[in-house]
């Protein structure tokens, strides 16, 4: 009696997709298997046999299938910032490193900082993007706005301590207190940029009287302490609520350490590294030249050790890439504390973490529970991060054997520069299919722009 639905079903159902002779991550392991999809979702996940027929058949010869990479911090730029990077550009570079998510910071002119900022970008954005994507907002300067631009979607709040960019008066605990309050029963992260500001200006001020206008004066002026005084008075505030802190790109020894110690006493913290402060350090800082500066800075080797140990110990949850893209010129200014800080990341992430692991020094579990399991449940997107039937068809192919050498000059991003152009990866996206649709083949965009999705999380 039963067999009888099942037998119709599989003659009257055509899917969109199937793919054969996988070898997919599926359920902690690598599994060799075929994937239907349909309707922008895994259909199936199973043997040949139990495929349903499809429009396309694609044999992906024993290649691997990961889950497509959630990128949680990405500056996609546009508005007035396209010289830099727009919808598209960035969106594209996101599909051929692999990555089908990103998360859009909100530092763009204008600020994303209201539900009209947040709607205006989300209607421009919809247009042209390729891949996935959810926006931060910074905090408004009316706390009554907060609800209102949760209602519009935001994935989570953004709060730069580094210098005043949004609405919300980052000299002011008060202010902090009630904003994160406010925060605290909605279900949304605040995304923290934790470096003291007036740390930093005291020490840029004197550099600045001293003459000083070398890359040593910059890695003074962003020292580890910038780092842990603003971790500090912000989970001292934070404490007071419970209101969800998600630091990002951690690249101190005792910043993590204060990270770790408010984790073990219960709050809701979480956090992320990037590649660059896992493996460059000062040392390359100082050879690559200012093409390479970030906020914060490269560190010193004992800072990379103590991140990785952070990685192995599950205190750091997320890899995140802070694509930061900005033009030559700007990365070339004459004074050090003119040169736009930040570096783009999107295409160089998977193949270096992808070099990691052929080297035993990462697992693919790692790199999957980083870069899309975590992000996933962390920023609540949903069904996504994980290959299984019913999630959202967001995938990458990988060849693992593939053999290159990074070059800036090919990246999709508008920022053709990288403190890692040169080096020698293994491991490389080939394909990437974004709710099923193939938005990246053999190093070539095939997907319209548009043809990616805007996240509201509800
Ligand atoms: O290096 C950085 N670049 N750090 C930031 O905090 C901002 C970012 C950017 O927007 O360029
Ligand atoms: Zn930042
Ligand atoms: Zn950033």
Redesign the pocket.
């Given at each position: 009696m039963l067999l009888i639905p099942m037998v119709r079903e599989r003659a009257d159902l055509i899917v969109d997709l199937v793919l054969s002779n996988a070898k997919a991550y599926v359920d902690n392991e690598i599994v060799d298997c075929c994937l239907a999809i349909n309707q922008g979702k895994i259909f199936r996940i199973s043997k040949e046999a139990n495929m349903p027929k499809a429009e396309t058949n694609t044999d992906l010869k024993k290649t691997l299938v990961l889950p497509g990479l959630i990128d949680v911090h990405v500056?996609l730029?546009d508005e007035g910032k396209t010289g830099?990077e727009d919808f598209y550009s960035g969106t594209a570079a996101a599909a051929a490193g692999g990555v089908t998510t990103v998360l859009d910071?909100p530092?763009n002119n204008p600020v994303t900082m209201s539900a009209e900022t947040l709607r205006r970008r989300m209607t421009i954005a919809e247009r042209k993007v390729l891949v996935n994507v959810g926006f931060y907002s910074e905090f408004p300067k009316d706390t009554k706005e907060t609800g209102e631009i949760i209602r519009e979607g935001a994935v989570g709040f953004k709060l730069?301590m580094?210098e005043q960019i949004g609405g919300l008066n980052i000299d002011d605990d008060y202010a902090l207190l009630e904003a994160f309050k406010t925060v605290s029963g909605m279900n949304r992260p605040v995304a923290v940029?934790a470096?003291d500001k007036s740390t930093l200006k005291k020490a840029e001020d004197e550099c600045k009287r001293a003459n000083r206008n070398d890359i040593e004066a910059f890695l003074n002026t962003h020292a580890e302490k910038a780092e842990v005084i603003a971790v500090k008075r912000l989970l001292s505030i934070a404490k007071q609520t419970s209101v969800h802190m998600h630091f990002?790109?951690v690249s101190t020894e005792n910043g993590l350490k204060a990270i770790t110690d408010g984790k073990k006493s219960g709050m809701p913290i979480t956090c992320e590294t990037t590649p660059h402060h896992l493996f460059l350090s000062v040392d390359d800082l100082r050879r690559i030249g200012t093409s390479a500066?970030?906020?914060?800075p490269f560190r010193e080797k004992r800072h990379l050790a103590a991140l990785w140990n952070g990685i192995r110990n599950d205190w750091i949850g997320i890899l995140a890439s802070?694509h930061?893209?900005?033009t030559a010129a700007e990365k070339k200014a004459k004074l050090i504390w003119d040169v736009?800080?930040?570096?783009p990341g999107l295409e160089t992430t998977l193949p270096l973490l992808l070099t990691k692991v052929k080297r035993g020094l990462l697992s693919i579990t790692d790199l999957v529970r980083l870069m899309s399991e975590n992000p996933a449940e962390i920023f609540g997107l949903g069904s996504r991060g994980c290959l299984k039937e019913g999630n959202d068809a967001d995938f990458v192919v990988v060849d693992l054997d593939s053999k290159h050498r990074i070059d800036a000059s090919k990246f999709f991003s508008k920022a053709k520069f990288s403190p890692f152009d040169g080096c020698n990866v293994e491991g490389k996206p080939i394909k990437t299919y974004v709710s099923g649709r193939l938005v990246v083949d053999e190093g070539e965009i095939v997907a319209e722009a548009g043809s990616g999705g805007i996240i509201r999380r509800k």
């Open positions: 500056h730029r830099k910071m530092n730069y580094a940029h470096e990002c790109h500066l970030t906020m914060p802070d930061a893209p900005h736009k800080v930040g570096i």
